[in-house]
């Protein structure tokens, strides 16, 4: 998708509005993960997703080809430089974000590992179902996987 824009400064006012609702989308996402209420966070993603998408392919034109927004006045342009710093601050806070969500849930994944390995060092290993019986350690009793770990996810 492009922005269909009539001259320069048309285009500068189009980034400019598209920068700014890009940059409240991922605020909003990044309270979101601050607050551990991710669902929250997937309620904007659809429309934060078109963005971005409009977003990178509209700023790789502009920076293959500057004369795009160069008749744009400097105030104008000037509007269009801040508004971008506030996208990559607000970028930076998501990342910090994402990055203490996925810690910790990789800390929860990693507990419940532990857990179940420790369950079946006891020989306290359960089956589950309506008719779920407990197992003991027993030679010929069913192995199962119940968590697999991915250092890479």
Do not use: C, W
């Not at 922005?3 to 509005?17: E, G, M, P, S």
């Not at 700023?59 to 509007?79: D, F, M």
């Not at 060092?121 to 407990?134: F, I, K, N, T, V």
């Amino acid at each position: 998708m492009r922005i269909a824009a009539q001259d320069a400064a048309d285009r500068v006012a189009q980034l400019i509005v598209l920068t700014e609702r890009l940059t409240e989308l991922v605020a909003a996402q990044a309270q979101a993960f601050e607050q551990r209420r991710p669902q929250d966070a997937a309620a904007v993603l659809e429309e934060l997703s078109g963005l971005a998408n409009v977003y990178r392919h509209e700023s790789g034109r502009v920076r293959a080809e500057p004369a795009l927004i160069s008749g744009a006045s400097p105030a104008e342009r000037t509007r269009l430089v801040r508004a971008t710093e506030a996208l990559d601050a607000v970028l930076a806070r998501q990342a910090r974000a994402l990055e203490a969500a996925r810690f910790v849930t990789e800390g929860l994944v990693r507990a419940i590992a532990e857990e179940v390995a420790a369950q079946r060092e006891r020989g306290e290993a359960q089956s589950y179902g309506p008719d779920a019986a407990r197992v003991g350690k027993r030679r010929d009793a069913p192995s199962a996987k119940a968590i697999t770990l991915n250092k890479r996810a």
